[in-house]
Every structure is written in structure tokens, then in C-alpha cells.
């Protein structure tokens, strides 16, 4: 083939991968545009007011009420179950790996931590309403044990494997020195781990934690098969709950399009947007931290 | 005490340690006791019969199977293509940077909001209906982020050299790409697709309002009709079924095939990665 030619198409395929980049902005774009376009049509129908402060979330009454308080208290309710769970045994398992473990052992409890992460939500979710729902049931005397404790635990055992792997990566970019500087002066190994290790490696954890947040919020399989789903305002952690993701997937099947309804489900879904989005950044940003600190 | 004490501390992280394992544990051990009765090769390779309550999976088997060969289509291509344009092209540039965020904010964007954008994208605003294509094009939109991300990192293993090689003989830039590059990142490139289509295949908020459907008689699917898929049939069945008791064999069945299928694709992607490793 000629060389000009083989420019031309050089020059074509250049463009090709080129569109390709400026298609993942508008795909982003896209998603941000539908949420505000039909949370739009929404508040101009409901004030924003009622929406934010209303403690009734019933869209199919006669009488429909569309307060998000319910269903964002039932998330963070069950996000913080979660990470009170999931953070000093994702932490503790890092630290082990890191710290302690031999190489043998190390490459069995890897594959472990890469098998819980590749186990699909709903099949969890699954076990969530046939082991652990009996287990709480038995425990509290209720007659079934679907409650925002149930989810907590499932989400806790989803968002491990995410902080673990990205803990484990912290602590062991913390310079050997450190630790040789610490054992230097006297400490031993656990008396370094906690005092030198993990605050040096900080910012590196809370990026990890951030992560753990991001994946239980957005969860819903799970959440939707545990949790039980009543929709009056969360009262604890031995209550059924109804987090946004749920409410999302449990009406969006039902409900008429172009609705006031319709409009409502888009709405919350941009409050779990933004949620995720802030918890997100925030996670990058000790991120960034943490690369910065140790470059220094 | 004094020799107590490190025994205690040790023990801690023992301790979470353990914990993590007792739940992966705990979970194949309850599929693959409880599923394992209900699997057959009929199981496998009958339809569904008297409302659910009999018979096999096999439309559910079908439909991700379909489904995720239409995610990959979508997102591979797509994804490989944009991943050679940041680490191959772009420079430093504030496009460029925003591209990368786009990526890393798409990789956070729940899933379930993949479903409502596929329902106004694809169901109504192109009115492709709800439909295996709407799903699959959703679920490759969800895996894209993924993509690109797990090939940039596969490209950037490739040294600097091997390009300045190609190019050094006369290659265009192209040329060396197509030639040199990607054939020296096909593995890493492979592991990351096929981890996650794993992810895609045990999807099922996405597919929710796009197209699944709980009972199709024919298994063979057409790209513009509703699908059956495996992660929605074991929530019908252990959710909303009017038996849900009797149907419980059914669930776990389900349950046992989905997660064969997610963990032998994860098999795949690591032996992928370990035949690599050995070879360099």
C-alpha cells in the first residue's frame, strides 16, 4: 500500500478512537441530563420543600405524598450498619495480609477475597432471605428476620472485599522505613502497625472507606431482597426498611411513564446520584493525597 | 500477661481474617449443598413447567448467555478503542483529563441508575422497547467504565520501546498499534473483559426495567423481544412466587448455575493472567 494511503487511514482511525473518548463525556452527560430533565418535570409539580423535608413516602394514594426522608434515612441507616461491620474487619484482614501473612498464605486468602468479590449481589441477596432473615428471626422473635440489620450485614460482606484489596494496597505502600524506624526506637510489630503503619497510610484507608460507602449505597438487589421494604419511616436496625435504590426498583416496574410518579422515581435516583458522586470525589481526593504524600 | 497480650493482638486480626473467609465459605456451602440435589442435565435443559414449580432453566441459561455476548459487543470494541486513544494519543490536555474523570464517575454510578438511563435512552427515547437489545446495550454502557479502565492499565505495561520500535521500521502510529501494542496486551486485555462480563452476567438491576421478562415460552430470543436471564429468575423465585417454599429447590438450582457461570468466567480471566505471568 501506498504511504499516503496508509496515512489516510492513520489519519481516520485517529479520529475513530478520538470520537470514541468524547462519547464517554456524553454518555455521562446523557445520565446527568435525564436525571435533571425529569426531576425538573417533577418539582414543577412538587415543591422541592416537601420533597426534601416530607417524612411520607406514598406515591399511590389518593392523597400522594412524595417525602425522600424515609427512604434516604433507610440508606444511611443500613450504609452505616454496613460499614460499622465492614470497616475493622476489612482493616483487621488487611492488616493481616499485609503485615503478617507469609507469601503461601497470602496467595490461598487472595483468590478468597477475589471469589467474595465476584459473587453476584442477588445471589447474596438470596442468601440474606434464606439463611441470615431465619438466623435474626430465631434471635429477636420476629416472624421474619427481613430488617435493615439484614442488609447491613449483606452489604458488609459486598463492600469487604473492596476495602480490603484497597486498605492492603495503602499499608503496603507505606516505606519500609517507617516500620524499620519504629522497630528502631523499640516498638514491636503490633505497637508499629497501629501507631506508625495505619496513620501513615490514613488517607489511603478513608479512600477505601469511601469506596465501601459508594458500593453499599448504590446496592439494590440485595438491599431489595433483604431488607423487607416497608415503607413507613425507619425505626431501627430490627425494622424493615426501604432504601432508594429499592423504592426505585420496586415501583419503576409498575408505574405509568411521563407520571408525577414516574418523574418522582427519577428525582431520588438524582439525590442517590449526587450522594454517590460526593462520596466518590471525596474518595479521590484521598487518594490523590496519598499518592502525593508518598511521592514525597 | 506480658506473653498474653501479642496473642491477643495477633488473634484480632486473626480474627477478621477468619470472619472473611467464614462468609465465603458459608455461601458456597449453602449453594452447593442445597443446590447441587436440584441440578440435572434436565435442569439445565428443560424449559419451566406448571407455573414454575417444575422443570429447568434453560430460557434463563439462554437469555445471559445472549445478553452477555450482546454486553460485550458493545462495551469491548467501544471500550478498547477508547482506552488506545487516552494512552496512546491524548495528551495532558483538560479534555483529556475530563475524559478520565467521566470514566472514573461512570465506574461509580450505581446500577440501578444504568437502568433508569437505559429505560429513557433505549426503551423510550430510541422506542427499541423492552427488549434483549435495550438490556444489552444498558449492561454495556454499565461494563464500559470497567473496560477501559483494565485496558488502559494492560497497554501501559507495554514499553515505550516496542512502539519506538514499529514506528522506527516505517510503521504509521496505526499500524504499530494494531501490529505491536494491542497483540502485546491481548492478555491483560482479556483478563479485564472477561471480569467484567463476569460482573455483567450477575447483573440484575439494570436489566429490571430494560427488557427481562419472568416467563418466556420461547427460549430462542429474537434481539427485539423480552429475555429470561438467570439473576432475575433466582429473585422471582425466592421473592415474588405465589410457593415460594416449594419453589425453593428451583432458587437454589438457579442460584448454583449463576454462580458456576460467574465463577467459571473468573477461572478464565485468572488462568488468562497466570499463563502470562509464566510466560514473561
Known amino acids: ?296 | 500477661m506480658k506473653k498474653l497480650t501479642p496473642l491477643i493482638e495477633w488473634g484480632t486480626l486473626l480474627f477478621c481474617t477468619g470472619m472473611v473467609c467464614f462468609f465465603l465459605v458459608v455461601i458456597l456451602w449453602d449453594l452447593i449443598s442445597k443446590g447441587a440435589p436440584s441440578l440435572s442435565w434436565e435442569f439445565v435443559t428443560s424449559l419451566p413447567s406448571e407455573g414454575m414449580t417444575k422443570g429447568g432453566i434453560l430460557p434463563a441459561i439462554i437469555g445471559t448467555v445472549l445478553l452477555t455476548m450482546i454486553t460485550a459487543l458493545v462495551s469491548v470494541p467501544f471500550g478498547i478503542s477508547c482506552a488506545i486513544y487516552l494512552n496512546e494519543y491524548a495528551k495532558d490536555t483538560w479534555l483529556t483529563r475530563l475524559i478520565r474523570a467521566s470514566i472514573r464517575n461512570l465506574a461509580g454510578v450505581p446500577s440501578i441508575i444504568y437502568g433508569l438511563f437505559g429505560l429513557a435512552l433505549f426503551v423510550q427515547g430510541l422506542q427499541m422497547g423492552t427488549s434483549l437489545i435495550s438490556a444489552g446495550l444498558t449492561l454495556g454502557l454499565l461494563s464500559l467504565p470497567y473496560v477501559i479502565i483494565t485496558t488502559e492499565e494492560a497497554l501501559r505495561r507495554i514499553p515505550a520501546s516496542t512502539r519506538e520500535a514499529a514506528l522506527a521500521i516505517g510503521a504509521t502510529q496505526f499500524e504499530s498499534i494494531r501490529d505491536v501494542v494491542l497483540p502485546s496486551a491481548l492478555p491483560g486485555i482479556l483478563t479485564g473483559v472477561v471480569l467484567t462480563l463476569s460482573r455483567a452476567a450477575g447483573e440484575t438491576a439494570p436489566i429490571l426495567f430494560t427488557g427481562v421478562a419472568f416467563y418466556i415460552n420461547n427460549p430462542t430470543g429474537f434481539l427485539n423481544q423480552e429475555f429470561m436471564s438467570l439473576p432475575y429468575h433466582l429473585y422471582m423465585l425466592s421473592t415474588q412466587h405465589q410457593a415460594i417454599e416449594e419453589v425453593r429447590p428451583l432458587a437454589y438450582g438457579t442460584a448454583l448455575v449463576l454462580i458456576i457461570v460467574v465463577f467459571l468466567l473468573n477461572l478464565t480471566a485468572f488462568y488468562v493472567r497466570y499463563k502470562h505471568s509464566k510466560d514473561e
Open chain 1, 1 to 296: 500500500m501506498k504511504l499516503a494511503a496508509r496515512e489516510k487511514i492513520d489519519d481516520a482511525v485517529k479520529l475513530l478512537f478520538r470520537t470514541t473518548g468524547l462519547l464517554v463525556i456524553a454518555i455521562l452527560g446523557g445520565i446527568f441530563f435525564m436525571l435533571i430533565w425529569n426531576s425538573v418535570a417533577f418539582f414543577l409539580k412538587i415543591k422541592p420543600l416537601d420533597f426534601i423535608t416530607g417524612t411520607q413516602w406514598n406515591p399511590s394514594g389518593s392523597n400522594a405524598e412524595y417525602g425522600i426522608l424515609p427512604l434516604l434515612v433507610s440508606t444511611c441507616l443500613v450504609t452505616l450498619g454496613a460499614m460499622t461491620i465492614a470497616i475493622p474487619l476489612g482493616i483487621g484482614t488487611a492488616a493481616f495480609l499485609s503485615e503478617y501473612a507469609g507469601k503461601r498464605l497470602k496467595s490461598i486468602l487472595k483468590p478468597v477475597i477475589e471469589m467474595l468479590a465476584a459473587v453476584p449481589s442477588v445471589a447474596i441477596g438470596f442468601l440474606g432471605i434464606v439463611i441470615l432473615g431465619p438466623g435474626i428471626a430465631e434471635l429477636t422473635g420476629q416472624s421474619n428476620g427481613l430488617n435493615a440489620l439484614n442488609g447491613a450485614i449483606l452489604l458488609a460482606v459486598m463492600a469487604l472485599p473492596t476495602i480490603i484489596t484497597v486498605t492492603e494496597d495503602a499499608l503496603h505502600g507505606v516505606p519500609q522505613s517507617y516500620r524499620e524506624a519504629s522497630y528502631g526506637v523499640g516498638a514491636n510489630k503490633w505497637q508499629t502497625l497501629i501507631r506508625v503503619t495505619i496513620p501513615a497510610a490514613a488517607p489511603g484507608i478513608l479512600a477505601a472507606v469511601m469506596l465501601g460507602v459508594g458500593r453499599a449505597i448504590g446496592e439494590t438487589m440485595t438491599v431489595l431482597m433483604a431488607t423487607g421494604n416497608a415503607s413507613a419511616f425507619p425505626k431501627g436496625f430490627f425494622h424493615s426498611v426501604r432504601t432508594i435504590t429499592a423504592t426505585i426498583a420496586i415501583e419503576m416496574g409498575e408505574v405509568p411513564y411521563q407520571t408525577t410518579h414516574y418523574y418522582a422515581l427519577f428525582a431520588i435516583a438524582a439525590v442517590l446520584f449526587l450522594i454517590t458522586l460526593a462520596v466518590n470525589l471525596i474518595g479521590e481526593y484521598f487518594v490523590n493525597k496519598f499518592r502525593k504524600y508518598q511521592a514525597a
